[in-house]
């Protein structure tokens, strides 16, 4: 029977933690100091390795904030409503995945549930989860699990498609109905600004830096590497 030994040596945390490996061409460099708003990038492949974004804790827990009263706001109150034959109808984004699950299209209706109610809630929730447990002077482990996830709830959050096929549909039936734009529809449109607001301004990199190491007084002091590449 084999068994693995495993060598002193690896798997260490670096003393250094301006050192980085380049996602595309894994290039091992050092991070120089940079001014506010300016880039840093390999300077093998000229990808963008980080970018210098000023206060980013204190703006990203306000825009997040921000986001969750949207958020509420475009899950309670109509966003749309239709006028015909002296008749209204208003429908919630909720309302209107139950409507395609009740008319057969249960595939459609999770995909909108998720796409445009679950998936915004997880990522407004992890970020406000995140910035709240990295401002401690001790961040949980707990946090640099919740970051590692941010990615999967970010990708699956499509509200601006949802918005997208939305007004497709309004065009369709202008001709037979009155449509009526609730505050809902509003909200989830200044929703996706902020969203992608809160993505230029939010570091990660500054929350990995204050996660504690599961072996902290492992750390080894290393060489120098090439560094990389400063542009503004």
Request: glycine content about 6%; overall charge neutral.
């Amino acid at each position: 029977m084999q068994t693995k030994q495993h060598h002193s040596d690896s798997n260490r945390p670096l003393a250094d933690a301006t050192l980085l490996a380049c996602a595309d061409c894994d290039l091992l460099q050092r991070l120089p100091e940079v001014p506010s708003g300016a880039s840093v990038r390999c300077p093998r492949c000229d990808k963008e390795l980080w970018r210098h974004k000023p206060d980013s804790f204190n703006r990203t827990f306000a825009l997040t904030l921000a986001a969750a009263v949207l958020y509420v706001v475009a899950n309670t109150v109509p966003m749309l409503g239709l006028h015909a034959v002296g008749r209204e109808a208003f429908t919630t984004v909720v309302g209107g995945a139950a409507q395609l699950w009740n008319n057969g299209q249960q595939i459609v209706a999770g995909l909108v549930l998720f796409a445009a109610v679950i998936s915004p809630a997880l990522q407004i929730s992890f970020l406000l989860v995140i910035v709240i447990g990295g401002s401690r002077e001790q961040p949980p482990a707990w946090v640099g699990l919740m970051l590692r996830h941010l990615e999967f709830t970010r990708t699956w959050s499509m509200i601006e498609v949802m918005l997208l096929g939305v007004l497709v549909a309004l065009t369709k039936i202008a001709d037979y109905a009155t449509v009526v734009i609730g505050t809902a529809f509003y909200a989830l449109f200044a929703l996706v600004i902020l969203l992608a607001t809160i993505q230029s301004c939010f570091d990660p990199r500054e929350i990995w830096e204050r996660v504690a190491w599961a072996e902290a007084d492992a750390r080894r002091p290393v060489d120098k590497k090439i560094i990389a590449e400063v542009t503004t």
